[in-house]
T-cell receptor, first 115, second 113 residues
Framework: GAGVSQTPSNKVTEKGKYVELRCDPISGHTALYWYRQSLGQGPEFLIYFQGTGAADDSGLPNDRFFAVRPEGSVSTLKIQRTERGDSAVYLC?????????????FGEGSRLTVL | AQSVTQLDSQVPVFEEAPVELRCNYSSSVSVYLFWYVQYPNQGLQLLLKYLSGSTLVKGINGFEAEFNKSQTSFHLRKPSVHISDTAEYFCAVRKFGNEKLTFGTGTRLTIIP
């Protein structure tokens, strides 16, 4: 596809369950980002990958959150023992990664609702 | 750490009227500045960015923004809005040498026909 693809678009789960959210970046983009957007707030940085490695994971709120990008393309955000406070839209973005000010291209997000 | 303040959560404007969406930032170091737009049911899209040089930056869809270092502001303007400009607008900053974008809370622009 031409843009950043995120699946699922909507996920409803119960408190305590495990969730995986997938991001398929634009082909050839080496940089990948995860953000979280709660209701009425701006996107909040979670983690940044350059290639396969997590270059900055300082935004992950706690050890229930983990993200991988094993082949430097698709990324999965994993949330263990979900809590109601995890309910938010999880955004993924990618960029060429060859410039410090390169444009980020965002997906439409995965809306997570924890009951 | 840097932060971004968008003073107006909602701005209603009549069609063809001018609009200004306000953004102030705080940072102890130099930053890059951005405006992103989120149309209904779409992902965030870059509207314009300030990196260096001329303080007046022009973006897509007729928008422009002016960087004011002394006032630490980066307000977004458009001389004449259209129904299609209805969206949420986010101001963001990024420290030199850092990949993390820090966003404001957003301003919802509503165009009144």
């Amino acid at each position: 596809g031409a843009g950043v693809s995120q699946t699922p678009s909507n996920k409803v789960t119960e408190k305590g369950k495990y969730v995986e959210l997938r991001c398929d970046p634009i082909s050839g983009h080496t940089a990948l980002y995860w953000y979280r957007q709660s209701l009425g707030q701006g996107p909040e940085f979670l983690i940044y990958f350059q290639g396969t490695g997590a270059a900055d994971d300082s935004g992950l709120p706690n050890d229930r959150f983990f993200a991988v990008r094993p082949e430097g393309s698709v990324s999965t955000l994993k949330i263990q023992r979900t809590e109601r406070g995890d309910s938010a839209v999880y955004l993924c973005a990618s960029s060429l990664g060859d410039q410090p000010t390169g444009e980020l291209f965002f997906g439409e997000g995965s809306r997570l609702t924890v009951l | 750490a840097q932060s971004v303040t968008q003073l107006d959560s909602q701005v209603p404007v009549f069609e063809e009227a001018p609009v200004e969406l306000r953004c102030n930032y705080s940072s102890s170091v130099s930053v890059y500045l951005f405006w992103y737009v989120q149309y209904p049911n779409q992902g965030l899209q870059l509207l314009l960015k300030y990196l260096s040089g001329s303080t007046l930056v022009k973006g897509i869809n007729g928008f422009e923004a002016e960087f004011n270092k002394s006032q630490t502001s980066f307000h977004l303007r458009k001389p004449s809005v259209h129904i299609s400009d209805t969206a949420e607008y986010f101001c963001a900053v990024r420290k030199f040498g850092n990949e993390k974008l820090t966003f404001g809370t957003g301003t919802r622009l509503t165009i009144i026909p």
